[in-house]
């Protein structure tokens, strides 16, 4: 999997479904010469691929679309998020950048180097970011223009301890963090995720993460574009880090097809 267009992949769900499942960092494949300009020893990445990845959450979405009435749209990632993380922005306007790990990470979970200094991030842009961005925004088009709307849940897990990379570590940590955009997260989508995740404890507001991933052909424009993110925290379903996952995936699967549920009527 080295090309661009198989990077990622589109599964699709019922023709009146307004519902993409978005699975950005699920994986933990690296292409070989993507491999190359990484720093790092193998046994050193297997660890950071253990921090850094959302573990099972592709298995998750799947799961739940399996249960749901109506079937959702899924838009998984099949590349690691050390190739490109698709959720950043690509410029000024990214955070994360501060701590190294903008679009294309130069530094890994605990701020170790990740990618030589003086990396040139555009090949990887072009290559694997601008595709997917590219995919993604076909995506959401379609679903609006099947049903008039279109409402992404980004499905992401994060760990039960803060690590050093973390921006606002310091926060709650609750069970099920919930990101959320103040124009593309309707309250009724908001509500109907709290009552949806009630089953596996305590619901949380972007803490430790917030916002939301929208296509910027979208962002701050059309309000017809809903969005959610729904962070499971790790240890409430699998052994961390990078470890199986245990039975309350099922539960957060469940979780996850009440919501689509909720959203498709």
């Known amino acids: 999997m080295t090309d661009a267009p198989r990077s990622f992949e589109l599964l699709p769900g019922a023709a009146g479904s307004p519902l993409i499942l978005h699975v950005p960092h699920s994986a933990r494949t690296i292409p070989p010469d993507v491999r190359a300009g990484i720093v790092l020893g193998d046994a050193a ?3 950071e691929l253990d921090h850094i990845t959302d573990a099972h959450t592709a298995e998750l ?3 739940a679309a399996r249960r749901a009435r109506v079937t959702p749209w899924r838009f998984v990632n099949r590349l690691s998020r050390l190739v490109v993380d698709p959720e950043r922005f690509p410029d ?3 955070e994360m950048a501060a701590v190294g790990m903008g679009a294309v990470y130069t ?3 605990h701020r170790e180097r990740l990618r030589p200094a003086g990396t040139d991030p555009e090949p990887l842009l072009e290559r694997y970011f601008r595709p997917y961005a ?3 925004t076909r995506a959401v088009a379609d679903r609006l223009a099947a049903t008039g709307r279109a409402v992404i849940l980004d499905v992401h897990s994060y760990p039960g301890e803060p690590l050093p990379y973390e921006l606002h570590g310091d926060g709650p940590r609750p069970p099920v963090c919930l990101g959320t955009d103040p124009f593309h997260t309707p309250p009724g989508l908001l509500a109907a995720a709290r009552e949806a995740f009630a089953r596996c404890g305590e ?3 972007d803490s430790p993460f917030a916002g939301t991933y929208v296509p ?3 962002y701050g424009r059309r309000a017809e574009v809903g969005a959610l993110m729904v962070e499971i925290r790790r240890d409430t379903y699998m052994s961390e880090p990078g470890g199986p996952a ?3 995936l099922a539960r957060a699967a469940e979780s996850l097809a009440a919501l689509v549920d909720a959203v498709s009527r």
């Open 216 to 218: 910027l052909e979208f």
């Open 203 to 205: 619901t949380g507001l």
């Open 45 to 47: 990445l297997e660890r």
């Open 92 to 94: 000024e306007r990214e």
């Open 246 to 248: 245990g039975p309350g």
């Open 61 to 63: 979405a799947a799961a």
């Open 134 to 136: 590219a995919a993604m």
């Open 107 to 109: 530094r890994t979970t």
